[in-house]
T-cell receptor, first 110, second 112 residues
């Protein structure tokens, strides 16, 4: 099992560009999450999903959109990237309380 | 008041020593508690759950004090490989899928 994978691992964007981060899990988990982690801020929940076709806002959803068209995939979109979105993005999935994280995507917005 | 608070450290500890750090939480209705470990530039991983009766896993002991609303992590006979950031995580009641709150982490450095 690959667990949770994220694509891409690194990306540099210019302000105003758009991009989609892909998260995939092969553990058949219902719940999936997107977090961002910034120095001194800890992990903050952006959006989450409790099952295929459902999404919900987390703590810091502004500037991001998500989709869960397939159970194994959770996509995070940035429509118009801003420097404030420079961060490390982690995807996670869970069956119960334990969350399994992907390796992260390091995004820099210039 | 922040929901989950931790001393960010760093804690510099000689190899073989015992180290302990605490985490406080503000929501008295919090249901479940965990410690996650995060290595530098890596993803967080579950280290252990924290039960009301305490929980021990090898050199690691986690305890919960509901009256004072804190949890602790004790590491005995510390190893160089224990160097990492330790995240305190709290699951709040009625939180559903988004009910986990992460602390900012305590940075531990084990020195040879």
């Amino acid at each position: 099992n690959a667990g949770v994978t994220q694509t891409p691992k690194f990306r540099v964007l210019k302000t105003g560009q758009s991009m989609t981060l892909l998260c995939a899990q092969d553990m058949n988990h219902e719940y999936m999450y997107w977090y961002r982690q910034d120095p001194g801020m800890g992990l903050r929940l952006i959006h989450y999903s409790v099952g295929e076709g459902t999404t919900a806002k987390g703590e810091v959803p502004d500037g991001y959109n998500v989709s869960r068209l397939k159970k194994q995939n959770f996509l995070l979109g940035l429509e118009s990237a801003a420097p404030s979105q420079t961060s490390v993005y982690f995807c996670a999935s869970s069956f119960s309380f334990e969350q399994f994280f992907g390796p992260g995507t390091r995004l820099t917005v210039l | 008041r922040k929901e989950v608070e931790q001393d960010p450290g760093p804690f510099n500890v000689p190899e073989g020593a015992t180290v302990a750090f605490n985490c406080t939480y503000s929501n008295s209705a919090s249901q479940s508690f965990f410690w996650y470990r995060q290595d530098c530039r890596k993803e967080p991983k579950l280290l252990m759950s924290v039960y009301s009766s305490g929980n021990e896993d090898g050199r690691f002991t986690a305890q919960l004090n509901r009256a004072s609303q804190y949890i602790s992590l004790l590491i005995r006979d510390s190893k160089l490989s224990d160097s990492a950031t330790y995240l305190c995580v709290v699951k709040n009641s009625g939180g559903g899928a988004d009910g986990l709150t992460f602390g900012k982490g305590t940075h531990l450095i084990i020195q040879p």
